[in-house]
């Protein structure tokens, strides 16, 4: 189950983040993606040591905790999507499929003319369509 999901700025500002939790973790879930760009800065500087090539947007398991999986999605205009999930056995093709609608999703909110480039995502269409995306995500479904 994805817990939550967030949108980080080229200069690491957060730009989105919404967590899916019913309990008050949002500050947890918080750390937890802030503590994942350090390791996604890691992987970007050194793509010898993580095997990924350059071009590679998919950055995948960036780390796991003790309750949790936190994956990473790098966009070409190095925007980070990070994601936070429950299960512990999810295949990469749906993680991948799930970053690939997420990033549409992004891309149409900020194709808003009345959308500040670097500034939060306030959009209330964007948002529903993120929450609808978590809630349809099955892992092993194909969509």
Same mark, same amino acid.
């Not at 070409?76 to 499929?97: E, Q």
């Given at each position: #189950?994805?817990?939550? @999901?967030?949108?980080?700025?080229? +200069?690491?500002?957060?730009?989105? /983040? +919404?967590?899916?939790?019913?309990?008050?973790?949002?500050?947890?879930?918080?750390?937890?993606?802030?503590?994942? /760009?350090?390791?996604?800065?890691?992987?970007? =500087?050194?793509?010898?040591?993580?095997?990924?090539? /350059?071009?590679?947007?998919? !950055?995948? /398991?960036? $780390?796991?905790?003790? =309750? $949790?999986? *936190?994956?990473? $999605? !790098?966009? =070409?205009?190095?925007?980070?999507?990070? #994601?936070? #999930?429950?299960?512990?056995? *999810?295949?990469?093709?749906?993680?991948?499929?799930?970053?690939?609608?997420?990033?549409?999703? $992004?891309?149409?909110? @900020? &194709? =808003?003319?009345?959308? @500040?480039?670097?500034?939060?995502?306030?959009?209330? &269409?964007?948002? +529903?369509?993120?929450?609808? #995306?978590?809630? &349809?995500?099955?892992?092993?479904?194909?969509?």
């Amino acid at each position: #189950m994805i817990v939550c @999901v967030a949108v980080v700025g080229h +200069q690491n500002n957060p730009l989105y /983040l +919404q967590s899916f939790t019913e309990a008050d973790d949002a500050l947890k879930l918080h750390h937890i993606v802030h503590c994942s /760009l350090d390791v996604i800065e890691e992987r970007v =500087n050194n793509p010898k040591k993580s095997g990924s090539t /350059l071009n590679e947007t998919f !950055l995948g /398991l960036l $780390y796991p905790t003790e =309750n $949790y999986k *936190v994956y990473g $999605y !790098l966009t =070409n205009t190095k925007v980070k999507f990070i #994601m936070v #999930m429950t299960d512990l056995d *999810v295949k990469d093709a749906d993680i991948r499929s799930f970053f690939s609608r997420f990033h549409a999703a $992004y891309v149409d909110a @900020v &194709s =808003n003319p009345f959308h @500040v480039p670097g500034k939060k995502i306030t959009s209330k &269409s964007f948002g +529903q369509r993120v929450s609808s #995306m978590v809630k &349809s995500f099955v892992p092993g479904a194909t969509t």
